[in-house]
């Protein structure tokens, strides 16, 4: 290796090593392998997980503990980004990626191993804890090894990574649980972390900041119990009503505490987490403010649009998930294509406006479908936003490290990330808050003419299958039945009840025919008022998600495109202007 950079003693103590000009292509190339295995590693685990989830609920039984296996994941990763961040610059990427990846992998074994539902979810944070430290490093070392204008074709190359773990997480965490069995779905990190190490451990240089400083652990303390308690609230599935209860309330006041002492440790201390002069940077701030709300309206679609098809359209859960195949499909290339644009014209801003313009017109065409619809116009809408989408994540990260200095990289791109997740989070409760709500009032009101079409005798038997607050969490029309009346066991009760009748002696067959008529008409008709619900629901969110995302193209048009520089060694312009 010392073939290839500076001797420590040719560097003087705090200089920052030029990593982009002292390293060969082929040992950059090794680099980004590895990187970008270990970022496969740390994407994989969130969609191979979800296939085998429920045959892992089924063997430990513990369904009260089902949502807490992402839950866990996500509470760590999110809360520990920024702090990593801080670390690599402190210490180097090479080793908080390579503690990284350690502590994924003993987390993964343990996931494997596990007994029960509540271990798998302590476990699961484990995996979150290290998945944090890849996430966080790997999309800074692009800025390591490369400069500003050979930046932006890595890190659309990064960005492809999560696309193609989408597709092949599913198949492989399917094949893995019917084969061999639900565990290996977690053993199968070991051989790949294994290969990621080694090429990270024998190609890898430190990627050291070079500027000496030390980690700010009381404002990392601070900074966990700020985010925490939020994040919990946010991921509870609760009635309006019940953001007022008293553990609701307890939860944010010890955040709000949380977060007040942070910000008054993070302005004395030069070592900070997130150092507050980055928020001088006009740049970053518009960016970091953009990216939340990026996260909330990105998140908004991918968690309600299988709402949409399913209990909206009335598809199944696998044509759910081929509706979605076209935004993969569209991510990818575009972000392929424009990385390459943005590395030959260094023109970047155009690029993240054009992104957001496209989000935004997705997010107006799904805020117009219809219980008509088909998966089919799911389809269009949901690649137009993959063309969004594909460039947006990393020129935003490109955009954030071009304005700060090299120095804080790590801790910028770490920044933009959590502001990310931050946003994920937020929209998902937020727009879980609407749907619910907007749901509830167009249950109410369009099943009660239906019910009133009903015969007395059998409304209370309608109010069973079209219980509003079992259909707002999603249990379907009725209990056991799909959710076609028509192709379930509503029809076969209602049928078998009134055969039962007419078996009595003096029945009046014809009119109990036409009663039965009207109490199967009656269903198709709740049948069709709570799909119609949905999807009045559902589009309801993706309005407001239309006005977070326009407010997130104005943010990205009063950004300053700062021109991409063709060095690594002078400090940026300054960006607060």
Not at 134 to 146: E, G, K, N, Q, R
Request: charged share 15%.
């Amino acid at each position: 290796m010392s073939t290839l950079i500076a001797t420590p003693s040719a560097t003087m103590p705090g200089e920052r090593i030029d990593y982009a000009s002292t390293l060969t292509p082929r040992t950059k190339a090794l680099v980004l392998a590895g990187v970008m295995l270990a970022l496969f590693l740390a994407a994989l685990d969130q969609t191979i997980v979800a296939t085998a989830l429920p045959r892992i609920v089924s063997e430990l039984q513990g369904m009260e503990f089902f949502a807490w296996t992402s839950t866990s994941y996500l509470l760590a990763s999110t809360t520990l980004i920024p702090i990593y961040g801080k670390l690599s610059d402190s210490l180097g990427r090479k080793t908080v990626i390579l503690a990284g990846i350690a502590i994924f992998l003993v987390g993964s074994v343990l996931c494997g191993l596990a007994g029960s539902m509540l271990e798998l979810v302590v476990y699961r944070g484990i995996q979150g804890m290290g998945a944090a430290a890849i996430t966080s490093t790997a999309f800074a070392v692009p800025a390591d090894l490369f400069v500003p204008s050979e930046r932006a074709r890595y890190q659309g190359i990064f960005g492809t990574v999560f696309a193609v773990s989408s597709i092949v997480g599913p198949l492989l965490g399917g094949t893995l649980t019917d084969t061999v069995g639900w565990r290996w779905v977690f053993f199968i990190n070991l051989p790949l972390g294994a290969i990621a190490v080694a090429f990270i451990w024998s190609k890898m240089p430190r990627l050291h900041s070079g500027v000496a400083s030390k980690v700010d652990w009381l404002g990392a303390v601070l900074l966990v119990v700020a985010t925490v308690p939020f994040l919990l609230t946010l991921r509870g599935d609760r009635p309006l009503a019940a953001w007022l209860s008293p553990e609701v309330l307890g939860m944010l006041a010890v955040s709000l505490v949380g977060l007040v002492l942070f910000i008054l440790v993070e302005r004395r201390t030069p070592h900070a987490i997130i150092p507050f002069t980055l928020f001088h940077n006009r740049v970053f701030s518009l960016v970091s403010l953009a990216s939340v709300c990026n996260g909330a309206a990105f998140f908004s679609a991918l968690l309600f649009l299988s709402v949409l098809a399913v209990n909206g359209l009335g598809a199944t859960a696998r044509e759910a998930g081929i509706a979605m195949i076209p935004l993969t499909a569209a991510v990818v290339p575009t972000s392929l294509v424009t990385a390459r644009w943005v590395s030959r014209t260094g023109r970047y801003k155009v690029v993240i406006v054009s992104g957001f313009v496209l989000m935004c017109l997705s997010l107006f065409l799904l805020s117009r479908l219809t219980a008509e619809s088909t998966l089919w116009d799911i389809g269009v809408c949901t690649f137009i936003f993959g063309c969004g989408m594909g460039p947006l994540q990393p020129m935003l990260t490109l955009s954030v490290q071009n304005a700060v200095a090299p120095h804080q990289v790590g801790t910028a791109t770490a920044g933009r990330q959590f502001f990310q997740q931050l946003g994920q989070a937020m929209g998902s409760a937020v727009f879980g808050l609407i749907l619910t709500a907007s749901l509830t009032h167009s249950l109410t009101d369009s099943l009660q003419p239906v019910r009133e079409q009903v015969p007395v005798a059998m409304r209370g038997r309608f109010d069973a299958w079209f219980d509003a607050e079992r259909i707002r969490k999603g249990g379907g029309t009725q209990e056991g039945t799909s959710q076609d009346p028509a192709g379930g066991g509503l029809t076969s009760e209602v049928s078998a009840r009134y055969d039962a009748l007419r078996r009595e002696p003096g029945a009046d067959e014809p009119a109990l025919a036409r009663e039965e008529a009207r109490v199967l008409e009656a269903a198709h008709a709740g049948e069709r008022a709570v799909r119609a619900s949905f999807v009045q629901g559902v589009t309801h969110v993706f309005d407001w998600s239309l006005l977070v995302g326009l407010f997130a193209l104005l943010l990205a048009v009063f950004t300053r495109e700062i021109p991409l520089r063709n060095t690594n060694r002078p400090e940026p312009p300054l960006a607060s202007e």
